[in-house]
Each structure stands twice: as structure tokens, then as C-alpha cells.
């Protein structure tokens, strides 16, 4: 049986948790959280095509409003919902995408299509997979730059902020940003064609 | 790589990165001196940073931001197992519903993909799925059946029957539904809940969403067992979707959205909740956030029903606010329970009388009106828009729904391919179609032997309605070529000649067997004919055939109703080949059985080897399919033979088994009232009979039959009657012989005597000793024992080695007994009882064995068989 408590209740007390060490409070908060992603994901580009432009910490930020308990006495830190929840929008998404690759490999040739979305859609899939492999190994050997990845990438945290986070100076987290995307360019790209849609903004 | 080498890679890169192309070099090599590969690094990560500066710099959100919403952009085309997705359905509680075809069994399916992220933890995702089976295990025409709980390359899916149809969500929001029809869905619902909860599976996320509504009325709950995978608990709450948003939680019972234990009756709360939505159009408890909504579920009450719908009748407004009661004592304490309220209301609405209606005034009765009125142009706006699909006719079907379809003849199908050889494959689909019909209990379809005559006719359709005694008729024609078969069939009021519904199927041939059963289910549907959960299963269950078994299979169907020797070898040679093609199809190993019994029965009755053939046959088809009545007959008939000393209990239930699948199949009645006539179960015998000549008026076995059960029972005149009237094609040595004995028993001993020795001269060879008997009983009962006595040794001779030979055994007895011979007669009465005929009733009541009653072994005999007679009769009520 889950934790019967209210949902707010649920996650802020996964937080302290994760927080304090337990590796598995994560993957309970999944189910949790996911659903806020998705929903506020759904509702940013319905802003998007109006003109609003799409932000990771604001989508992030509400999602925090709405799931944490914040009078809870064991969280009064929102920025580690954001180290989670950089860590829980990586899961989503690469879950997201090897799902879709899931349903391809069944087919045989890619289809050729007109809609053009689809194709950057799948291509964006198969990316973001690889690059979560990449990070993977990044992690074996510097966890820290694999860190600032998923929390600039995933998170949306400026250089100042994934500083202030990982209490380090930000010009570390320059450098190692720098580094750790140039080490990922190299791993995307070696047996590719040099190019690669997640440079594209 | 090795973490310190790479802190030194990666400091020197961050260096180099601070320099120009042209310092590069001179401050690295001091440092690479000797070292090429971290060189070689070096500047591999320098020229990739110079790619970089967009690289990652846009977070993953706001790149693909289609991958965080909860469904991606369909999977059209795409294959998982052996499915290909053709489209989206809809988005239930587990992300998108796709439509798929399952392209091994060629039906369409739901199709669930579970997010992985959604069932990361593998106990927990273990237990869900056990959970789920047990669910699936449920057979219930108001629950969508899951076929599979399946896993392919990492991916789990869930594929169910495919429902065609709208959610109530979609219905609720076209606008408010009159209360008994909002009473009718609840009940549907109640009653979908009532055999999960048996089951002890409680669905936890009853919602519109959730239940389908098909356009024939009938109502699918989705989802039970699976809701679980997505909604356990209050974290559902937050589990919303584009457009309906906090839809979940709106449902939630005040147990459930504490957090607490829940049990059945959070269900029942929320039929409820959609009752009251159905009704209102507004769901009971709301607000602006899922708190809020949490909040007015556990602490406030709902505003009366009647606020927003004053037409409500004041017991359903009592019924919905039990179900809303906060505590879950104080609510219906069962879908039973709240079945029989729920029906009470809709009895209610039916007479249109409340007694304590409220809002007496014009208002007050001017709504109710209005609605039908809403609902009725709804109605004639669907009628308008099906009529313009397809070859859908619906004229009159409102005047047939009221003169319900009870009773159905399908007349043989035309064979359209202008080749007469193809006759067999109209025959064989024709018969196919009666044979899904006659599975349905609350239809009757005439036989496909009553309705042979029929082929080619020009006969007016309410003459032929009125000869078969029908209420409607199901005319068509069936055409194949190059590997598919198009059937056209068109139902008509038999009393009318009004065109009810056609439709025009094309497949191909390896889904006949689907086929003819999807004209079956759109039949049924039709007629709006309710299923028994055990029937939808019948109609459930298909696979693919093998063209060539299946052909083969129609054949062998088409010659095995014609009883003569070449027929029967015919379809025995064509049934082999189909079963030798396909080892697997069933239906055609039940039919092989049939057919080889058949030979047995009539033609070869001391072929052993054939018996065992037939044994095999018939126990290979229940092996594969347990459901075919058809090899229930055949096994019944098998074990029902002398060799085995007449298991009566046995042959009973194997033919009560068989009707239960097939209650059309007329022969199972034969079978199953001679047994009956053994034991002297008379009436139930004629029971069967009568059903019997009701599916099939030309079924002259049965017609005999009653003649014979007549003079068991001792109503000689209508006996004779009746067996006069008996068409010649049945037995006429076995109709004679029963004739002989009622002309006996009415003193019209010459008659008798005359009829015996007609028919002795026609078939000399008097078969164990019947007739020869017969004799031995006049003589003695005209006083000439020598005669008698020379009579029964010849009919012992006769029977000797004569499997069926109770029959003449009881003839002897009757005879020593009316020669005042009782050590004999008893003898022989109790060698007739011992080899299968222990007729108590029979030998009680016979005026021929009224000597025996003055003796004490006798009665002591008699005595022991009347007790075991009732064990039979407590069999016989064990119905």
C-alpha cells in the first residue's frame, strides 16, 4: 500500500528522504510527480503557441508550489525539489522517448513522412537517449559535471543557481559545464555526422 | 576512464578553451610531453567545444517538450508484439488508448501502453499485474474484457476487447440524461461491480471516463484490476488530464481520498457520484483545486439532487444520497444491494407514478416531458445518422423492439458463385450461423434440417414465418472467390416482411469463423438480445482458421446431416482431411466425433475400432475447446452404451452440458429424453421433447420419442396419436413397435397382433428379439403359454449378444409374470433394471406385471429400485 497521506504531504516527506540519503525515495516519487509534469508541460505549450515563451524553472517552480508541503518542519529548502525534479524530468523524458524507440523497432524502414515534426520528434527521442547513455558514463567518472548536466539541462538551472545548489563557485560550474558538454559532443558525434539537434534552440 | 587522468584532461581543456587557437599548442605540450593520447583527448574535447556553443544550452523542455506530456504523438502503423496501432482511441487512466488490430487472431483490440516510469518498481508492478489477471479472469457483458497482459522489447501493454463506442464523460457532457436512463447505466454498472466484487476485486476509479457506452445500450466498465496501476490512492488526485483537469478525484470516495483502507463500497460511491452527474450534469463535489475537492467529498453534503433536476423521482433522490453517505456503513452495502434499489427506481420510473413526486405544479411536470423530448429527438438524430452509413436498415426496428424477436429461422444462405459444387460452402456458413444462434437461450432458431427445405424457396415470407412459427426470418447469400467470402444477409419481420437490418461482410476465408460469428453478434445486437456473461464468452472466443481445414470443415458439415452410408463416409472422409490439416480445430474434431458415432449408431454398431476413433475425436475437440456442445453429445453417446452398462448420470450430464453451450441443438434433447425414459423421468423427458420439435418441427426422433414416452407413461390413446403422425424417415420398426404395445394396453390385442406381424415380415431379422417378445406378451396374455414360452427362447436367441436388450428382458418378464411365473418374471425384471433399464415408474404402474405385486421378493425388489429412482430425482432437480 502507498503512504496514505495527502499527495503534498507524500512528496514533501519523499523529498526529506531523497535528502537525507535514501536513493529509492526517487522512484516513489515518480508516480507522484509525474503527473504535475505533464499536466503543467501540457499547459506551457498551450502558453507557448500564444506567444509565451517555454521555461524549465517556471514549469518546475509550480509544480513545487503545488506538490510540497511547505510548512512540513523536515523541507524548507526548494532547491532540492529542483535537484529532483531535474532528476525526475530526465527520467520522464528518456522513459518518454525509449518508449517511443520501444514501438519503432518493431516497424520496418522509418516511414517517410511529410510531417516534418515527427521526424524531428523522433530524431529529438533518439538524442536524448543517447545522451542519457553518454551521461551515464560521465557519471562513472566525474559525477559532479554529470550533475550540473542534468540540473542545467533537465532543470533549467542558470550557472549561478546550480552553483548556489551544488555549493560550489559558479566559475566550477563554468568550467565544468564547458567541459562536460564538449566531452558529450564528442561521445554524440563520433560515429555521426557532427551534427546534432540539441544544439539547436 | 580513470577519474584522475580525467581531472587532469579536463583541467588542462578548461585552460586551453581560455587561449587562442595559436597559444594552444605551446602551453599543452609541455604538459602532453610524452603522452599523445591525452593529446590527442585534449584536443578532441577543444575541437567539440568549439561546436558547443549552442549544445545543451536550451534545456531539454524547451526543446522537446513533447516528451514530457503524458502522450506522445501516436505510434500510427507502429507494431508492439503482434499488434499494429492504427490509431488513438482515447486517453484513459493509463495515458493513451490506441486502437490496434491483432494481426495473429485478425480482431481489433484496446490497446494500453504502460508509461515505465509508472511501474519502476518491479514488486509493485508484479503484484498490479497479478491483480490485473485475476480481473481478466472476469466474464461479464458489462465488463471489457482483457485478452492480454503482455511485455515486449521492455514495454508492457494491456490489450482488451475494443469497444465501440462513446465514454459517458463524452455523453454526459452532450447534455443531461433522462433518469432512467441514467437508472439503466447505473444498473448496468452495479451489475458489472457485483461480480468483481465476488471476486474480491474492487475497481477504485469508477468514473465517466471509465464506462463505455455501447450504441446498442449496453454499458463496459474499462479498467478493472488495471485502475490500480495508476490510482492507487489519492496520489490519482493529481493523475489529470488536458480538459479535465482533477477528473479523478471528483470520484474519489471520502474513504479514499483520506488515504484510508478502501473495500467494495468506495465503488458504490462513486456510482453515486455519476448518478448524480448523469442527472444534474454537474458532478456532486467540486472546486477550484484537487483540495478542495477533497475537502467537500469528506466534510460537506451535496446539494439535493433536486435542486438541479426538480423532475427527480424522491427515491432516487433517497438512493443517490445513501450511496453519497460519508461513511461506508451507511451506504448500500453491496452492488446487490444497490441493484435491487436501483431497480425498484427504474420499476418506479416505467409505471411513471411517484407518489411522492415534489413540485406538484406545472414546472414541475413540465420537465420530465421536455427531457424525453430532448431524448427522443437524440434518439431519432442517431437513427438518422446510422441510417445514412452503410447498408444499415432501421426502418421499423422501433415497432419490432416493442414485439421483441423471440424466435429466428435462418433459411439457407444463397450460393451466388453460379457453381453448384459450392452448394456445401452456403450450407456449411448457413449452418454455422444457426449454430452461434442457437447458443443464445433467449432465442429460438429453428434447426438447420427444419429450415432445408427452404433453399430456393419463393414462399411468402409470412407463410414461411407462420409454418416454422417464427418472428423473424434472416434471408442472404453467400459468394467466395480467390481466398475471401462476402456474405449478405438481410433479418426481416416474418409477420410483416419488413426489412429490420442487412448488412453486407466481406473477409477473408481464414477469418470465416470470425465472420459468421460477428453476423451472429450484430444479429443478437439487433434484436437487442441480452447475452449471459457464459454466452459473451461463447461469442468471444475465436481464432483464425486454416482455409483449406475450414473448407474441408464446412463440407464435412454439409454431408453430416445426410444419414444415409454415402454421407456419412463423405463427411467422415472430409472431416479427417480438415482435422489432418489442422489438428488443432476443434469444432471440426467435434463434428469428426459426431460423425464417426453416427456410423457407429447406425451402420456399424460392433465396429470397435471405429468406437475408439470416435472416443479420441470427441475427447481431442473438448481438449481443445471444453466448450463445444457438440462433442459433449458425442462423448455422451459414447459413454451411453451398453459396453459401459449405461451410466445414466454420466450420459445426463454430458447432454445437460452440451445444452447449456448449444440450446439449439435439438439432438442433445433426443439423447437426453431417452435417457430420461430409462429412468422413468417421464415428464422431464417430454420437456425436452417438445423443446426439441420447437427448434426443429421436422425432428422425428423427437416426434417418435413422445409417442414412446406416451405408452410408457400410459396414455395409450394419445400415444397413438402421436405416432401415427410421426414422419416415415424415423425408425419405422421402433414406431411399430411402440404402436403394437399401446394397441396392447387398449385391449386391441388383433391390431397388436396384426401390427407385429407386419413388421416381422418387413424386418425379419428382428433385432434383439423386440417383436419376438412383443409376441411371447399376447400369447401369454391370451392364456397360450407353450406359445409364450417358445416365443421368449427365441427371443433370447435373438438378443443374444444384442446390446440394447433391457428392453426385451422387461418384455419377458411381463410375459412369465401374466403366466403367474414370478421367480422367472423377477428374474427378468431384474436383468432389465441391472442392464440399464431400472424403470421404476413403468414397472410400478404396468397392468402386465400386476402378478408380481403379490410377490414378497418382488415387492422387496421393486421397493430397492423405487429409492434408487429417487436418487435420479435429485439428480434431475440438481438443474
Known amino acids: 500500500m502507498p503512504d496514505p497521506s495527502p499527495v503534498p504531504m507524500q512528496v514533501t516527506q519523499l523529498l526529506a528522504d531523497w535528502s537525507s540519503g535514501q536513493r529509492d525515495a526517487l522512484e516513489k516519487l515518480v508516480p507522484l510527480v509525474q503527473p504535475e509534469l505533464h499536466r503543467l508541460a501540457s499547459h506551457y505549450m498551450r502558453r507557448e503557441r500564444v506567444g509565451h515563451t517555454l521555461q524549465t524553472t517556471a514549469l518546475i517552480n509550480e509544480a513545487y508550489l503545488r506538490l510540497v508541503d511547505v510548512t512540513h518542519p523536515s523541507w524548507h529548502d526548494r532547491k532540492h525539489f529542483f535537484a529532483v525534479a531535474a532528476q525526475l524530468m530526465r527520467r520522464i523524458m528518456v522513459d518518454h522517448a525509449r518508449q517511443r524507440q520501444t514501438l519503432k523497432r518493431g516497424r520496418a524502414p522509418l516511414r517517410v513522412t511529410l510531417d516534418e515534426t515527427a521526424l524531428v520528434t523522433e530524431s529529438r527521442g533518439e538524442e536524448l537517449l543517447a545522451l542519457d547513455e553518454a551521461l551515464e558514463k560521465l557519471a562513472a567518472f566525474d559525477p559532479r559535471m554529470s550533475e550540473i548536466v542534468e540540473l542545467r539541462y533537465f532543470g533549467g538551472l542558470t550557472i549561478d543557481e546550480t552553483a548556489e545548489l551544488l555549493k560550489v563557485h559558479p566559475n566550477t560550474v563554468k568550467g565544468d559545464w564547458s567541459a562536460a558538454k564538449a566531452w558529450l559532443y564528442a561521445a554524440l558525434t563520433e560515429e555521426g555526422d557532427g551534427s546534432s539537434t540539441l544544439a539547436t534552440n | ?879
Open chain 2, 1 to 879: 576512464m580513470d577519474p584522475r587522468r580525467w581531472q587532469q584532461t579536463k583541467e588542462l581543456f578548461q585552460a586551453a578553451i581560455l587561449l587562442t587557437p595559436g597559444e594552444r599548442a605551446s602551453f599543452l605540450d609541455p604538459f602532453c610531453k610524452g603522452d599523445a593520447e591525452l593529446r590527442r583527448e585534449i584536443d578532441r574535447l577543444v575541437e567539440a567545444h568549439e561546436k558547443t556553443v549552442h549544445f545543451l544550452e536550451a534545456p531539454a523542455f524547451e526543446t522537446a517538450p513533447e516528451l514530457l506530456l503524458e502522450d506522445s504523438a501516436a505510434p500510427i502503423d507502429q507494431h508492439l508484439a503482434h499488434y499494429r496501432i492504427e490509431s488513438v482511441l482515447g486517453r484513459g487512466g493509463m495515458g493513451v488508448v490506441y486502437l490496434a488490430q491483432d494481426e495473429r487472431l485478425g480482431r481489433k483490440v484496446g490497446l494500453k501502453l504502460l508509461p515505465p516510469a509508472l511501474v519502476a518498481d518491479e514488486a509493485q508492478l508484479q503484484r498490479l499485474e497479478r491483480e490485473a489477471r485475476a480481473a481478466s479472469a472476469l466474464n461479464h457483458p458489462n465488463i471489457v474484457t482483457v485478452h492480454e497482459i503482455g511485455e515486449s522489447d521492455g514495454t508492457r501493454y494491456i490489450a482488451t476487447e475494443f469497444v465501440d463506442g462513446t465514454t459517458l464523460r463524452e455523453r454526459i457532457a452532450q447534455g443531461l440524461i433522462p433518469p432512467n436512463e441514467a437508472v439503466e447505466i447505473a444498473l448496468q454498472i452495479a451489475s458489472a461491480l457485483a461480480l468483481a466484487h465476488e471476486a474480491g476485486i474492487v475497481h477504485r476509479d469508477i468514473k465517466p471516463e471509465n464506462i463505455m457506452l455501447r450504441r446498442d445500450g449496453l454499458v463496459k466498465v474499462l479498467d478493472f484490476g488495471i485502475a490500480k496501476l495508476t490510482a492507487s490512492g489519492p496520489e490519482s488526485a493529481l493523475r489529470t488530464r488536458v480538459g479535465a483537469v482533477m477528473g479523478t478525484v471528483a470520484y474519489m470516495s471520502p474513504e479514499q481520498a483520506r488515504g484510508l483502507e478502501v473495500d467494495s463500497r468506495t465503488d458504490l460511491w462513486s456510482v453515486g457520484v455519476i448518478l448524480y452527474e448523469m442527472i444534474t450534469g454537474r458532478p456532486p463535489f467540486a472546486g477550484p483545486t484537487p483540495t478542495d475537492v477533497i475537502i467537500s467529498i469528506a466534510e460537506h453534503a451535496p446539494a439535493p439532487l433536486g435542486e438541479n433536476a426538480p423532475a427527480t423521482p424522491a427515491q432516487l433522490e433517497r438512493l443517490v444520497k445513501k450511496a453519497l453517505a460519508k461513511k461506508p456503513e451507511d451506504r448500500p452495502q453491496s452492488a446487490q444491494d444497490l441493484i435491487v434499489e436501483l431497480k425498484a427506481v427504474r420499476r418506479l420510473l416505467e409505471t411513471g407514478s411517484d407518489p411522492e413526486r415534489r413540485g406538484e405544479g406545472a414546472a414541475g411536470r413540465g420537465s420530465p416531458s421536455s427531457a424525453r423530448r430532448l431524448h427522443l429527438a437524440v434518439a431519432i438524430v442517431a437513427v438518422v445518422l446510422i441510417a445514412g452509413v452503410g447498408s444499415w436498415f432501421w426502418l421499423g426496428l422501433g415497432a419490432t423492439r416493442d414485439s421483441q424477436i423471440k424466435s429466428l429461422a435462418v433459411l439457407p444462405l444463397e450460393n451466388l458463385s453460379g457453381d453448384a459444387g459450392q452448394d456445401y460452402f452456403a450450407d456449411g456458413i448457413t449452418e454455422s450461423l444457426i449454430t452461434d444462434l442457437s447458443k443464445v437461450g433467449a432465442l429460438r432458431v429453428i434447426s438447420r434440417v427444419a429450415v432445408t427445405p427452404y433453399k430456393g424457396t419463393r414462399k411468402p415470407l409470412p407463410e414461411i414465418g407462420r409454418e416454422l412459427e417464427v418472428d423473424a426470418v434472416l434471408t442472404g447469400s453467400v459468394a467466395r472467390s480467390e481466398g475471401r467470402a462476402r456474405i449478405s444477409v438481410q433479418l426481416m419481420n416474418a409477420a410483416t416482411a419488413q426489412n429490420l437490418w442487412g448488412e453486407t461482410y466481406e473477409r477473408d476465408l481464414r477469418d470465416l469463423l470470425t465472420l459468421h460469428r460477428e453476423v451472429a453478434r450484430d444479429i443478437v445486437d439487433t434484436i437487442s438480445i441480452r447475452l449471459t456473461p457464459q454466452e459473451e464468452v461463447r461469442f468471444g472466443k475465436v481464432g483464425p482458421v486454416n482455409p483449406e481445414a475450414y473448407d474441408q470443415y464446412l463440407r464435412g458439415q454439409f454431408y453430416l446431416h445426410h444419414q444415409d452410408r454415402a454421407g456419412n463416409e463423405a463427411a467422415i472422409t472430409a472431416l479427417e482431411r480438415s482435422v489432418g490439416s489442422d489438428p488443432t480445430f476443434a469444432a471440426a474434431q467435434a463434428s469428426l466425433a459426431q460423425a464417426y458415432v453416427w456410423k457407429l449408431f447406425l451402420f456399424a454398431p460392433r465396429d470397435q475400432q471405429l468406437a475408439e476413433k470416435a472416443f479420441v475425436a470427441s475427447e481431442k475437440a473438448l481438449a481443445l475447446d471444453p466448450n463445444l456442445a457438440e462433442a459433449h453429445l458425442a462423448r455422451g453417446r459414447l459413454l451411453w452404451t451398453p459396453a459401459n452398462r449405461f451410466p445414466h448420470e454420466k450420459a445426463i450430464l454430458e447432454y445437460r452440458r452440451s445444452l447449456a453451450l448449444n440450446p439449439g441443438l435439438d439432438e442433445a434433447r433426443n439423447q437426453l429424453a431417452l435417457v430420461y425414459n430409462h429412468i422413468g423421468a417421464f415428464d422431464e423427458a417430454l420437456g425436452e421433447l417438445k423443446k426439441a420439435v420447437a427448434t426443429n418441427p421436422n425432428n422425428a426422433v423427437a416426434q417418435f420419442r413422445i409417442g414412446q414416452t406416451l405408452v410408457l407413461q400410459g396414455e395409450y390413446e394419445e400415444a397413438l396419436r402421436m405416432l401415427r403422425r410421426v414422419p416415415k424417415e424415423a425408425n419405422p420398426a421402433l414406431v411399430g413397435h411402440q404402436m403394437a404395445f399401446a394397441l396392447f394396453h387398449l385391449g386391441r390385442k388383433e391390431e397388436a397382433s396384426a401390427t407385429l406381424e407386419q413388421f416381422l415380415k418387413d424386418y425379419p431379422e428382428d433385432n434383439g428379439g423386440l417383436f419376438t417378445s412383443m409376441q411371447a406378451i399376447l400369447a401369454a396374455s391370451v392364456g397360450q403359454a407353450q406359445i409364450a414360452e417358445e416365443k421368449i427362447q427365441s427371443a433370447i436367441k435373438l438378443g443374444r449378444g444384442f446390446g440394447h436388450f433391457h428392453h426385451t428382458a422387461y418384455h419377458i418378464a411381463c410375459a412369465y409374470s401374466l403366466m403367474r411365473k414370478p421367480d422367472a418374471a423377477l428374474k427378468w425384471l431384474v436383468a432389465a433394471a441391472d442392464d440399464g433399464f431400472p424403470c421404476y415408474p413403468l414397472f410400478e404402474r404396468d397392468p402386465n406385471l400386476q402378478n408380481l405385486r403379490e410377490d414378497a421378493r418382488s415387492v422387496a425388489f421393486l421397493e430397492k429400485l423405487r429409492k434408487e429412482g429417487e436418487s435420479y430425482r435429485s439428480l434431475l432437480k440438481a438443474d
